[in-house]
T-cell receptor
């Protein structure tokens, strides 16, 4: 696609529910990142995919968070047993693996509100 | 761990002024530095990317500089306009990781 696409743009859920957030990166971009952003803060790293595999998941806060990218394109961030503290904007970004640039391109984000 | 700081946290200027936003980082072993703009409720839009071997990059009214050895970058905005009002974030890349500052919120007053 022309840009990084994220769905849904807004998600309101109740505490304890399961949530899936989807990211469709720029076509041909092998690298995909998930970030979380709270109000007034910079993006906080969650997980990085290189192709289909999670190359670095050190930012996932706990085992309630999981992400997949089965075909090396679309990625889904999954949050189990949501808590109020999970409320944030979840941002997805993609980039090419050209070592000289690796310019990051972001989607519009998915705003998650846990009541 | 890389720490990225942006000063000031907020800035308000009258239309037409030239201004400078600052970004500093603690570890000079970076691959590149990228400046972004974020409008309220939106994602990040890439403005400029400076590779580690470069000193500056220009795009229109924007000029970004990089001094890797001192761990600093500046974003210069010439002849500011109300449409420039947004939050500006810098990010440094080391290997596969990007480290972000908390941003400078810019308001340009008509």
């Amino acid at each position: 696609g022309a840009g990084v696409s994220q769905t849904p743009s807004n998600k309101v859920t109740e505490k304890g529910k399961y949530v899936e957030l989807r990211c469709d990166p720029i076509s041909g971009h092998t690298a995909l990142y998930w970030y979380r952003q709270s109000l007034g803060q910079g993006p906080e790293f969650l997980i990085y995919f290189q192709g289909t595999g999670a190359a670095d998941d050190s930012g996932l806060p706990n085992d309630r968070f999981f992400a997949v990218r089965p075909e090396g394109s679309v990625s889904t961030l999954k949050i189990q047993r949501t808590e109020r503290g999970d409320s944030a904007v979840y941002l997805c970004a993609s980039s090419s693996l050209n070592a000289n640039t690796r310019e990051l391109f972001f989607g519009e984000g998915s705003r998650l509100t846990v009541l | 761990k890389q720490e990225v700081t942006q000063i000031p946290a907020a800035l308000s200027v009258p239309e037409g002024e030239n201004l400078v936003l600052n970004c500093s980082f603690t570890d000079s072993a970076i691959y590149n530095l990228q400046w972004f703009r974020q409008d309220p409720g939106k994602g990040l839009t890439s403005l400029l990317l400076i590779q580690s071997s470069q000193r500056e990059q220009t795009s229109g009214r924007l000029n970004a500089s990089l001094d890797k050895s001192s761990g600093r970058s500046t974003l210069y905005i010439a002849a500011s306009q109300p449409g420039d009002s947004a939050t500006y974030l810098c990010a440094v890349r080391h290997v596969n990781q990007f480290y972000f500052g908390t941003g400078t919120s810019l308001t340009v007053i008509p």
